[in-house]
């Protein structure tokens, strides 16, 4: 089993940047894709992007293609989210999976393609 711990929320101002961690503990995560999604109160989770186990491929949301980026560092077992141009609708908080074997990430944009969450970190983006 892995555990994901998620870090580097806040609050920030419009137009800032951030950058989240996902901390992986319990067995190495070079093995598993990761992915990040978000929930919005009221709203369901939500895809933004997904990262293939080596880290060579990427996939993200329309929504915010662009603006974020996906990457990992399987030494460290962490994975990362920088968002960049933030602004009061990515207001959420945020949460990292993972999902062991997983080949193809292109289309994986649903909760139940990954069953390892982390506890999730608020971003919250004042105007």
């Known amino acids: 089993q892995v555990q994901l711990v998620e870090s580097g929320g806040g609050l920030v101002q419009a137009g800032d940047s951030l950058r989240l961690s996902c901390a992986a503990s319990?067995?190495?995560?070079?093995?598993?894709?990761m992915a990040w999604f978000r929930q919005a109160p009221g709203k369901e989770r939500e895809f933004l992007a997904a990262i293939s186990y080596g880290g060579a491929r990427t996939y993200y949301a329309d929504s915010v293609k662009g603006r974020f980026t996906i990457s990992r560092d399987n030494a460290k077992n962490t994975g990362y989210l920088q968002m960049n141009s933030l602004n009061p609708e990515d207001t959420a908080v945020y949460y990292c999976?993972?999902?062991?074997?997983?080949?193809?990430?292109?289309?994986?944009?649903?909760?139940?393609?990954?069953?390892?969450w982390g506890q999730g970190t608020q971003v919250t983006v004042s105007s």
């Open positions: 999976a993972a999902q062991p074997y997983l080949g193809a990430i292109v289309g994986r944009t649903q909760v139940a393609d990954y069953d390892y």
């Open positions: 319990g067995r190495t995560i070079s093995t598993y894709a």
